[in-house]
RNA sequence: GGCGGCAUAGCCAAGUGGUAAGGCGAAGGUCUGCAAAACCUUUAUCCAUCGGUUCAAAUCCGAUUGCCGCCUCCA
């Protein structure tokens, strides 16, 4: 079956087909790396995670490229704005380098933790400076920009088509737009491509205009463009970005290319706190850093997964540990299908229906995600196949051949594609397991002398110590917690 | 003011014309020395409200109300 995408700039589902049969270039948008990665940050780009596994999954070759902003985007309008990097700088007393090193160093960190796959490859504003400045000249020289004291904006106005992805139209803009003193701006809609440095201001290079550093959008453009081609397959990034970014991004890189600049444009909803909007300026915004304390990658991951991608996830401690709740299922189902493939088992009276159970998952999950990367169906999926499969476990009905066959199914989707389904961690534990062999066996020995108390107080001792010990039909489970 | 989106049980959340998935929580039960895990049963006569189209609507259309996002950097 055919993927589809919701189509941002169509803004309808439309079935996925790639410019270049079997191959897929996709473009996210980074983070600004001035602060710390956020749920945010997590949702964008865990939803793009599952995605181009999806595609990967799928059959297809994917080069996913994501940029790392490091350089210019302000905190302000692009007037009277602050460099962010830099603002941050000084009130850290460190080089703005120092900034963006470090939280570029946790951004990369707190991802992997979060089991996202790093992208084919990560660009940087900062390595693209020389195309930038030749892409601002040849839309000068295209007549699509104009440079004024040493600044170069872009003439909206020479792009008729600018508003259609936000479906904004100039006409009806301007009379909202506030009144810009200051400006040297033909039209306050126009939009920096390059910035004149006002003294004190570091990160700053060289131009045809001066010393300067280049505008916000123009950095995807060409970055974009550069690794993927004149016409990306699809371009993914937050729906805040949707205008002006991505407008400004496909009116430049379409000025400059002759050519669509993008497919399919994929956008992520937001993240709110208990109904609100997660911002710094609120004070509510959960670090990845701080969520991954008290959260496994997993639950956060189901957490965000849970909610369709389009719809905002509202964050809320009970939401995130229902999520964990849910999860541990899964989990749970894991470890009693590795012990039965342990013992061998070699027939059983529900393979038949197991295996054919099997199939219908696969193809069901298959199809929620074909469909527009329905991850909340692709779980409720997973999580009723979990309890049908429990079902054939409490029977004992399963062979070891087939509770593999299973396994193969729930680790496909549950962990490589969804990234929700935790390792199997006891194979870290190899230097503990004959201390706990004797601590089991221990513990038998007083429950045969029906001396509960004791047998009792040695699994609470282990459950302070962070290991549950489950007595089931088959013997006797311990695992960390 | 302009643009866009959303409203489904205590909570989270699918379903986009054919009569309400799944998870969490809660209650009861099975198993167990007890716990845990697992399984079984129950938990929305109804999908914000009001109209309309249709044999049939949570699903399409219109209006109303509420909430959210963007319109200045933001995932």
């Known amino acids: 079956m055919a993927i589809t995408l919701y189509n941002s700039i169509n803004r309808q589902k439309e079935e996925f087909v790639p410019i270049e049969p079997g191959h897929v270039g996709i473009y996210v948008c980074g983070p600004t790396v001035y602060g710390p990665p956020h749920l945010g ?18 059959g297809l ?45 946790q951004y990369m960190n707190d991802m992997e933790k979060l089991r996202i796959a790093h992208p084919n490859f990560y660009v940087r504003a900062s390595q693209h400076i020389g195309e930038q400045i030749e892409a601002v000249q040849k839309l000068v020289e295209k007549g699509h920009a104009y440079e004024v004291n040493g600044n170069v904006y872009y003439e909206v106005e020479s792009f008729p088509e600018y508003g259609k992805l936000s479906g904004r139209r100039l006409e009806e803009q301007k009379e909202g737009v506030r009144v810009e003193s200051r400006s040297d701006k033909k039209n306050p809609r126009d939009f920096a491509l390059w910035k004149k440095a006002e003294p004190g ?75 609100i909007k997660m911002g710094k300026s609120l004070g509510n915004f ?13 639950a ?3 957490f965000v997964l849970t909610t369709h991608y389009r719809s ?37 009276t529900a393979d038949n229906e197991a295996e054919k159970l099997c199939g219908e998952v696969d193809a069901k999950i298959r199809e929620r995600l074909d469909d527009d990367i329905d991850t909340p169906g692709a779980i409720a999926t997973l999580y009723s196949f ?59 020995e007083m429950k045969d002398a029906k001396k509960y108390d004791v047998a009792d107080a040695i699994r609470n001792r282990l459950k302070d110590a962070g290991i549950l010990i489950e007595d089931t039909r088959d013997g006797v489970r311990w695992k960390r917690i």
């Open 201 to 275: 201001h570091i990160l700053k290079w060289n131009s045809p205009w001066g010393e300067g550093y280049p505008g916000w959008h123009i950095e995807c453009s060409v970055m974009a463009t550069k690794y993927l081609g004149n016409t990306i397959d699809i371009h993914g990034g937050g729906l805040e970005n949707k205008f002006p970014h991505h407008e400004c991004e496909i009116a430049q890189s379409e000025a400059l290319n002759d050519a669509p600049f993008c497919r399919y444009w994929v956008h992520n909803n937001m993240v709110t706190v208990d109904g």
């Open 386 to 444: 979990v309890t049908e499969v429990n079902r054939f476990i409490s029977a004992s009905a399963l062979s070891a051949r087939v509770a593999a066959a299973i396994l193969t199914v729930v680790k496909e989707w549950g962990s490589e594609v969804l990234g929700i389904l935790p390792a199997v961690s006891n194979k870290t534990d190899v230097d503990i397991a004959p201390i706990m062999q004797m601590l089991i066996e221990l513990r038998q």
């Open 312 to 348: 905002p996830s509202n964050y809320t401690e009970e939401a995130i540990s229902a999520a964990a709740s849910g999860l541990s299922r899964l989990s749970q189902l894991q470890t009693a299908l590795l012990e039965i493939i342990e013992k061998n088992v070699s027939a059983g």
């Open 61 to 105: 070759t994917v080069r996913y490229v994501q940029n790392i902003t490091d350089v210019g985007h302000l905190t302000d309008d692009a007037d009277s704005g602050e460099d962010k990097i830099q603002r941050q700088a000084r009130i850290d007393h460190v080089h703005p380098w120092e900034i963006v090193d470090k939280w570029t160093r």
């Open 41 to 58: 940050h997590a949702k964008s780009y865990i939803t793009f995670d599952v995605l181009v596994k999806h595609l990967r999954h799928s």
């Open 286 to 298: 959960r670090t990845c850093e701080d969520l991954l304390t008290s959260h496994s990658p997993e």
């Open 300 to 302: 956060i991951r189901a």
